[in-house]
């Protein structure tokens, strides 16, 4: 037995998958976003600081001297957790001021754009801006440099602030997003249930179509039901009828037995009593060959609900059917004969069913048919069908006739020992492999059936 899963719980573990992915590779995207807000914000203030530090260069006779402004520190404390480094670097790269050793990134020329970077300094990771300014004065002529530095803590604390903050409404989001999908699954499936309850309240012979309504992508599902319950409905019709046909059909024969066996009982005279046990056999291989009929029945209608079909050689198939034929009637005048024009007679169908139709035929013919019969099967190909056809010397049916003799226990000789199933069987075989199906008079004036098939594929 399979092992039942739920799909309301599946279709919601994968769109829970498919969020968290989302989710992880949107952190991502927070954290960096989040990381350079904070350097924007606080390069801001290193902007500040050193153009307000540059602004306090001089050119005196002893040189160039720096005048700290107060500023410069105000800016900084905005961020009191961290700390700041400064130097101030003369046209030769000497430090004129400040903390002498602060690293300089590799390859570094003084310009006009400011230049950020991140460094250890003193044990702790600082951020750290380099703007220049160039000083043509007379007998000094070069650049100036300011490098000041700070440490990361409240940028740090402002880039987690900042990805915090967005995660959580992210995962507000989301969570919400999986609450709509566990309430949307919940109503996409809604139909299977009522389809599940409609089938559930039903009696047992209720076969009629489901009336549910159901959205386009249940509805594929809902038709099959209805064309199963369709065809189960049918079937069960057509077993009932069948049914009540064949009790018709035994009872009658059976009565008539049991009658000539109670005459045959009190009959004193010996050739009335011979007369009498004629009748009852006769009767009883007329009862033998009606069972035997329905049974064969039975068969072709359930081997055609299940559809098992095959590659099947109609040139193979009709003579080992004449064959048999042939033998059973050996001791008769029949003559039978092959006739053929293909050599490929490759057909999809079921074999068993395809026997018992020939069978039927072959049996009509020599049942209707003179003693001396002359009695053809024939496999052709024509108009890209193949057919199989038998043709006998008998009287043959009137055109008029060729559909009533199609139908269940139908007999146009009612004093002939047929059962009236022989070409109902041929009709139920030839319907279930979608063939054709046609009466004829023969060129002798006999009757001819010919079923038509659509030929197999090549393999």
């Known amino acids: 037995m ?48 050193s153009l307000s530090i540059l602004e306090r260069v001089f050119v005196t006779n002893e040189g160039i001297e720096v005048d700290m402004p107060y500023s410069t520190m105000s800016m900084l404390s905005l961020a009191p957790e961290d700390r700041a480094f400064y130097q101030v670097l003369g046209p ?28 250890r300094y003193s044990g702790e990771n600082v951020r750290f ?36 903050n967005a995660l959580g409404l992210l995962l507000l989001i989301m969570s919400l997003g999986l609450l709509f999908v566990w309430f949307g699954i919940g ?9 599940s309850q409609d089938l559930r309240n039903r009696a047992p012979a209720q076969l009629s179509p489901l009336e549910v309504p159901a959205p386009k992508e249940i509805a594929p599902l809902v038709n099959s039901l209805n064309t199963f319950m369709r065809r189960l409905q049918g079937n069960l019709n057509l077993m009932q009828n069948f049914i009540a046909d064949a009790a018709h059909q035994i009872r009658t024969p059976l009565s008539t037995l049991q009658v000539q066996l109670d005459m045959a009982e009190h009959e004193q005279d010996n050739a009335a009593l011979k007369r009498r046990l004629s009748k009852a056999r006769e009767l009883s291989k007329r009862l033998i060959r009606l069972t035997n009929q329905l049974l064969a029945h039975a068969l072709v209608i359930h081997r055609g609900d299940t559809q098992t079909l095959a590659r099947v050689n109609l040139n193979e198939l009709g003579r080992q059917v004449l064959t048999e034929a042939v033998r059973d009637h050996a001791h008769t005048a029949v003559d039978f004969g092959y006739d053929t024009n293909v050599q490929s007679a490759w057909i999809q169908g079921d074999t068993i069913s395809l026997k018992e139709a020939l069978r039927n035929l072959l049996d009509n013919a020599v049942k209707y048919g ?27 049916i009137p055109t008029a006739q060729h ?47 010919t079923l038509s098939f659509p030929a197999a594929e090549q393999e």
């Open 2 to 49: 399979a092992r039942r899963y739920s799909l309301k719980r599946r279709l919601l573990i994968r769109m829970g998958a498919i969020f968290i992915i989302a989710l992880l590779l949107l952190g991502v995207g927070i954290w960096r976003y989040a990381e350079r807000a904070a350097d924007y914000s606080f390069d801001r203030l290193l902007t500040g600081a």
């Open 370 to 396: 003179p003693a001396d019969n002359q009695i053809t099967l024939a496999v052709h190909a024509q108009n890209g069908q193949l057919q199989i056809s038998v043709e006998d010397r008998g009287p043959g």
């Open 129 to 164: 801006l380099l703007q220049s300014k160039l000083l043509t004065e007379q007998g000094i002529h070069g650049w100036v440099t300011v490098q000041i530095g700070q440490t990361r803590i409240a940028r740090t604390a402002l880039t987690w602030e900042v990805f915090l």
């Open 187 to 195: 109503r996409a499936l809604r139909p299977l249930g009522l389809i």
């Open 403 to 449: 559909q009533q003799v199609q139908q269940r226990f139908e007999r146009l000789a009612e004093d002939r020992a047929g059962s009236g199933l022989g070409l109902a069987i041929v009709r139920a075989v030839a319907d279930a492999h979608q063939a054709d199906m046609t009466l004829s008079n023969g060129e002798s004036g006999g009757l001819k059936v």
């Open 92 to 119: 030769d790269g000497f430090p004129l001021t400040g903390y002498p050793d602060l690293p300089l990134p590799e390859h570094w020329k003084p310009g006009n754009e400011p230049v950020f970077f991140n460094a």
